[in-house]
Protein backbone atom coordinates (compact mmCIF):
# COMPACT_ATOMS: atom_id res chain seq x y z
CA UNK A 1 0.00 0.00 0.00
CA UNK A 2 1.23 3.41 -0.94
CA UNK A 3 1.10 6.33 1.49
CA UNK A 4 -1.76 7.71 -0.11
CA UNK A 5 -3.62 4.99 -0.69
CA UNK A 6 -7.26 4.97 0.59
CA UNK A 7 -9.40 2.04 1.70
CA UNK A 8 -13.29 1.47 2.48
CA UNK A 9 -14.24 -0.35 5.49
CA UNK A 10 -17.17 -2.98 5.82
CA UNK A 11 -18.03 -3.93 9.53
CA UNK A 12 -20.80 -6.48 9.59
CA UNK A 13 -22.21 -6.18 6.34
CA UNK A 14 -22.03 -1.67 7.24
CA UNK A 15 -19.62 1.06 5.65
CA UNK A 16 -17.68 2.20 8.46
CA UNK A 17 -17.30 5.97 8.69
CA UNK A 18 -14.75 8.13 10.48
CA UNK A 19 -16.45 10.45 13.03
CA UNK A 20 -13.85 13.38 12.80
CA UNK A 21 -13.63 13.41 9.10
CA UNK A 22 -15.94 14.60 5.33
CA UNK A 23 -16.77 12.68 4.48
CA UNK A 24 -15.48 10.03 6.61
CA UNK A 25 -16.24 7.04 4.42
CA UNK A 26 -12.67 6.70 2.41
CA UNK A 27 -9.90 6.44 4.71
CA UNK A 28 -6.53 7.16 4.24
CA UNK A 29 -4.45 3.42 5.17
CA UNK A 30 -2.07 4.80 7.16
CA UNK A 31 -4.41 6.16 9.59
CA UNK A 32 -6.01 3.14 10.23
CA UNK A 33 -4.92 0.39 13.55
CA UNK A 34 -3.57 -2.72 11.93
CA UNK A 35 -5.27 -4.83 13.90
CA UNK A 36 -8.92 -3.18 12.75
CA UNK A 37 -8.50 -5.24 9.56
CA UNK A 38 -8.87 -8.45 8.09
CA UNK A 39 -5.76 -8.95 5.49
CA UNK A 40 -7.30 -11.32 4.06
CA UNK A 41 -10.39 -9.70 3.14
CA UNK A 42 -8.07 -7.47 1.27
CA UNK A 43 -10.12 -6.65 -2.14
CA UNK A 44 -8.82 -3.95 -4.95
CA UNK A 45 -11.78 -1.93 -5.90
CA UNK A 46 -9.92 1.02 -8.22
CA UNK A 47 -9.26 4.32 -8.19
CA UNK A 48 -10.44 7.22 -7.30
CA UNK A 49 -9.86 10.76 -8.12
CA UNK A 50 -6.49 9.35 -8.77
CA UNK A 51 -5.74 7.14 -5.75
CA UNK A 52 -6.03 3.56 -5.46
CA UNK A 53 -8.76 2.55 -3.19
CA UNK A 54 -8.95 -0.83 -1.74
CA UNK A 55 -11.81 -2.98 0.21
CA UNK A 56 -11.47 -4.38 3.72
CA UNK A 57 -14.01 -6.00 6.34
CA UNK A 58 -12.92 -5.53 9.68
CA UNK A 59 -10.70 -8.54 11.52
CA UNK A 60 -13.60 -11.11 13.23
CA UNK A 61 -14.48 -9.94 16.99
CA UNK A 62 -13.27 -6.15 16.22
CA UNK A 63 -14.83 -3.63 18.08
CA UNK A 64 -14.54 -0.17 17.03
CA UNK A 65 -14.33 2.91 19.04
CA UNK A 66 -17.77 4.03 19.13
CA UNK A 67 -16.69 8.03 19.29
CA UNK A 68 -14.35 7.58 16.05
CA UNK A 69 -16.22 5.29 14.17
CA UNK A 70 -19.68 4.97 12.57
CA UNK A 71 -20.65 1.40 11.07
CA UNK A 72 -23.65 2.67 8.30
CA UNK A 73 -25.90 1.26 6.51
CA UNK A 74 -25.42 1.71 2.24
CA UNK A 75 -29.31 3.06 2.13
CA UNK A 76 -28.29 6.03 4.08
CA UNK A 77 -25.04 6.83 2.77
CA UNK A 78 -25.83 6.36 -1.23
CA UNK A 79 -28.63 8.76 -1.64
CA UNK A 80 -26.25 11.19 0.06
CA UNK A 81 -23.00 10.93 -1.44
CA UNK A 82 -22.20 12.62 -5.04
CA UNK A 83 -21.87 10.19 -7.87
CA UNK A 84 -18.20 9.43 -8.17
CA UNK A 85 -18.38 8.53 -4.79
CA UNK A 86 -21.49 6.48 -5.07
CA UNK A 87 -20.09 4.26 -7.52
CA UNK A 88 -16.73 3.51 -5.23
CA UNK A 89 -18.74 2.52 -2.24
CA UNK A 90 -20.76 0.51 -4.60
CA UNK A 91 -18.42 -1.05 -6.44
CA UNK A 92 -16.43 -1.51 -2.50
CA UNK A 93 -19.40 -3.03 -1.18
CA UNK A 94 -20.43 -5.23 -3.85
CA UNK A 95 -16.94 -6.69 -4.03
CA UNK A 96 -16.03 -6.72 -0.11
CA UNK A 97 -19.32 -9.40 -0.32
CA UNK A 98 -18.10 -11.42 -2.73
CA UNK A 99 -14.66 -11.78 -1.30
CA UNK A 100 -16.39 -12.93 2.14
CA UNK A 101 -18.59 -15.16 0.49
CA UNK A 102 -16.17 -17.06 -1.22
CA UNK A 103 -13.73 -17.84 0.59
CA UNK A 104 -13.71 -21.24 -0.02
CA UNK A 105 -13.85 -23.22 -3.66
CA UNK A 106 -16.90 -24.23 -4.72
CA UNK A 107 -15.67 -27.11 -6.58
CA UNK A 108 -12.92 -29.00 -4.04
CA UNK A 109 -13.92 -26.71 -1.07
CA UNK A 110 -10.10 -25.50 -0.84
CA UNK A 111 -9.10 -22.11 0.36
CA UNK A 112 -9.55 -19.13 -2.39
CA UNK A 113 -6.69 -16.97 -3.41
CA UNK A 114 -6.31 -13.79 -5.57
CA UNK A 115 -5.61 -14.74 -9.13
CA UNK A 116 -2.32 -13.44 -10.25
CA UNK A 117 -3.14 -11.75 -13.67
CA UNK A 118 -7.25 -11.85 -13.56
CA UNK A 119 -9.61 -10.30 -11.44
CA UNK A 120 -10.61 -13.25 -9.85
CA UNK A 121 -10.09 -15.73 -7.13
CA UNK A 122 -8.35 -18.80 -8.04
CA UNK A 123 -8.64 -22.06 -5.54
CA UNK A 124 -5.52 -23.08 -4.07
CA UNK A 125 -6.44 -26.97 -4.30
CA UNK A 126 -7.74 -27.66 -8.20
CA UNK A 127 -6.74 -24.01 -9.72
CA UNK A 128 -11.04 -23.17 -10.65
CA UNK A 129 -11.30 -19.44 -10.81
CA UNK A 130 -14.56 -17.76 -9.49
CA UNK A 131 -15.24 -13.83 -10.80
CA UNK A 132 -17.52 -11.32 -8.56
CA UNK A 133 -20.96 -12.25 -8.71
CA UNK A 134 -23.68 -10.22 -10.75
CA UNK A 135 -27.01 -10.83 -10.17
CA UNK A 136 -29.36 -9.48 -12.94
CA UNK A 137 -32.72 -7.77 -11.79
CA UNK A 138 -35.02 -6.47 -14.00
CA UNK A 139 -37.43 -3.76 -12.33
CA UNK A 140 -40.81 -1.73 -14.37
CA UNK A 141 -42.89 0.97 -13.68
CA UNK A 142 -45.82 -0.47 -15.15
CA UNK A 143 -47.90 2.56 -16.76
CA UNK A 144 -51.42 3.39 -18.18
CA UNK A 145 -52.02 6.67 -19.11
CA UNK A 146 -51.58 9.15 -16.30
CA UNK A 147 -51.58 6.68 -13.96
CA UNK A 148 -48.91 4.38 -12.75
CA UNK A 149 -48.52 1.10 -10.77
CA UNK A 150 -46.56 1.37 -7.32
CA UNK A 151 -46.33 -1.16 -4.80
CA UNK A 152 -45.16 -1.45 -1.31
CA UNK A 153 -42.75 -4.42 -0.45
CA UNK A 154 -43.63 -6.40 2.81
CA UNK A 155 -40.17 -6.42 3.62
CA UNK A 156 -39.01 -2.69 3.48
CA UNK A 157 -37.87 -1.35 6.32
CA UNK A 158 -40.51 1.82 6.46
CA UNK A 159 -43.48 1.93 4.34
CA UNK A 160 -42.38 2.97 0.15
CA UNK A 161 -44.41 2.95 -2.83
CA UNK A 162 -42.01 1.96 -5.56
CA UNK A 163 -41.33 -0.43 -9.00
CA UNK A 164 -42.02 -4.03 -9.09
CA UNK A 165 -38.58 -6.20 -9.62
CA UNK A 166 -37.24 -9.16 -9.42
CA UNK A 167 -34.47 -11.82 -9.76
CA UNK A 168 -33.78 -12.69 -13.70
CA UNK A 169 -33.91 -17.04 -13.32
CA UNK A 170 -32.13 -18.96 -15.14
CA UNK A 171 -33.19 -19.70 -18.78
CA UNK A 172 -35.33 -16.20 -19.16
CA UNK A 173 -34.62 -12.50 -20.52
CA UNK A 174 -34.93 -9.22 -18.90
CA UNK A 175 -38.17 -9.06 -20.73
CA UNK A 176 -39.34 -12.37 -19.79
CA UNK A 177 -38.57 -11.48 -16.28
CA UNK A 178 -40.37 -8.46 -16.23
CA UNK A 179 -43.55 -9.48 -17.61
CA UNK A 180 -43.42 -13.03 -14.90
CA UNK A 181 -42.80 -10.80 -11.83
CA UNK A 182 -45.21 -7.89 -12.71
CA UNK A 183 -48.37 -11.12 -13.04
CA UNK A 184 -46.91 -12.74 -10.05
CA UNK A 185 -46.76 -10.36 -7.71
CA UNK A 186 -50.01 -8.12 -8.47
CA UNK A 187 -51.68 -10.23 -11.06
CA UNK A 188 -51.29 -7.60 -13.55
CA UNK A 189 -51.01 -8.43 -17.62
CA UNK A 190 -48.08 -6.54 -19.34
CA UNK A 191 -48.12 -5.15 -22.86
CA UNK A 192 -44.90 -3.43 -24.72
CA UNK A 193 -41.88 -2.82 -22.55
CA UNK A 194 -39.56 0.04 -23.29
CA UNK A 195 -36.12 -0.13 -21.84
CA UNK A 196 -34.86 2.73 -19.54
CA UNK A 197 -31.65 2.42 -17.84
CA UNK A 198 -29.24 0.36 -15.83
CA UNK A 199 -27.89 0.24 -12.17
CA UNK A 200 -25.42 -1.69 -9.87
CA UNK A 201 -26.93 -2.08 -6.75
CA UNK A 202 -25.07 -3.48 -4.20
CA UNK A 203 -27.65 -5.27 -2.14
CA UNK A 204 -25.13 -7.03 -2.21
CA UNK A 205 -24.80 -7.97 -6.12
CA UNK A 206 -27.54 -6.66 -8.44
CA UNK A 207 -27.13 -5.80 -12.10
CA UNK A 208 -30.36 -3.70 -12.04
CA UNK A 209 -32.53 -3.35 -15.74
CA UNK A 210 -35.03 -0.90 -15.99
CA UNK A 211 -37.78 -0.71 -18.31
CA UNK A 212 -41.42 0.95 -18.58
CA UNK A 213 -44.14 -1.75 -18.82
CA UNK A 214 -47.36 -1.41 -20.61
CA UNK A 215 -50.29 -2.27 -18.91
CA UNK A 216 -52.35 -4.96 -20.63
CA UNK A 217 -55.29 -5.61 -18.62
CA UNK A 218 -56.35 -7.36 -15.40
CA UNK A 219 -57.25 -6.50 -11.67
CA UNK A 220 -54.59 -5.72 -8.73
CA UNK A 221 -54.33 -9.42 -6.72
CA UNK A 222 -51.17 -8.71 -4.47
CA UNK A 223 -49.14 -11.92 -3.93
CA UNK A 224 -49.45 -11.09 0.24
CA UNK A 225 -46.11 -12.31 0.83
CA UNK A 226 -43.72 -10.32 -1.43
CA UNK A 227 -46.03 -7.10 -2.02
CA UNK A 228 -48.05 -5.94 0.67
CA UNK A 229 -50.44 -3.42 -1.21
CA UNK A 230 -50.21 -2.20 -4.55
CA UNK A 231 -52.43 1.11 -6.71
CA UNK A 232 -53.12 2.86 -9.58
CA UNK A 233 -51.43 6.74 -8.63
CA UNK A 234 -51.63 9.61 -11.60
CA UNK A 235 -48.68 10.92 -12.11
CA UNK A 236 -49.61 14.49 -10.32
CA UNK A 237 -50.73 12.99 -7.30
CA UNK A 238 -48.02 10.72 -6.23
CA UNK A 239 -47.84 8.90 -2.54
CA UNK A 240 -45.23 10.90 -0.34
CA UNK A 241 -43.12 8.01 0.13
CA UNK A 242 -41.23 6.84 -3.16
CA UNK A 243 -38.23 5.81 -4.01
CA UNK A 244 -34.97 8.44 -4.07
CA UNK A 245 -33.78 9.44 -7.67
CA UNK A 246 -30.14 8.29 -7.10
CA UNK A 247 -32.19 4.91 -7.28
CA UNK A 248 -33.41 3.40 -10.75
CA UNK A 249 -36.54 2.99 -9.09
CA UNK A 250 -37.18 6.93 -8.41
CA UNK A 251 -35.48 8.11 -11.68
CA UNK A 252 -38.08 5.47 -14.01
CA UNK A 253 -40.95 7.52 -11.66
CA UNK A 254 -39.68 10.77 -12.15
CA UNK A 255 -38.48 10.41 -16.11
CA UNK A 256 -41.98 9.61 -16.55
CA UNK A 257 -43.69 12.11 -14.93
CA UNK A 258 -41.70 14.45 -17.18
CA UNK A 259 -42.83 12.60 -20.26
CA UNK A 260 -46.55 13.04 -19.02
CA UNK A 261 -46.01 16.92 -18.35
CA UNK A 262 -45.08 17.29 -21.86
CA UNK A 263 -48.09 14.67 -23.32
CA UNK A 264 -45.56 11.91 -24.10
CA UNK A 265 -47.37 8.77 -24.60
CA UNK A 266 -44.44 6.16 -24.27
CA UNK A 267 -46.61 3.12 -26.15
CA UNK A 268 -48.36 5.34 -28.85
Known amino acids: MNNDDQILIFH ?8 QAQPGYLHNFLHIEPELLDPASRQDVGEYDGRRVTAYRTAEGTE ?21 DRDIISRGAHLAHW ?5 YCGVCGSRNVVHPSEPGLQCEGCGFTSYPRVSPCGIALMVDGDRMLLARNARFPRPMFSTLAGFVEAGES ?13 GLASGKLEYFDSQAWPFPDQL ?3 YFAQYAGGEIAVDG ?16 NIPPTMSIAGRLIQHYCQLRDQNINLFE
Open 225 to 240: VEIAEAHWFDYRDLPR
Open 64 to 84: LDPMRFMPTNLYRVLPQAPTP
Open 208 to 210: MLG
Open 12 to 19: EGELVCDM
Open 174 to 186: AEQTIAREIFEEV
Open 99 to 103: RHTHR
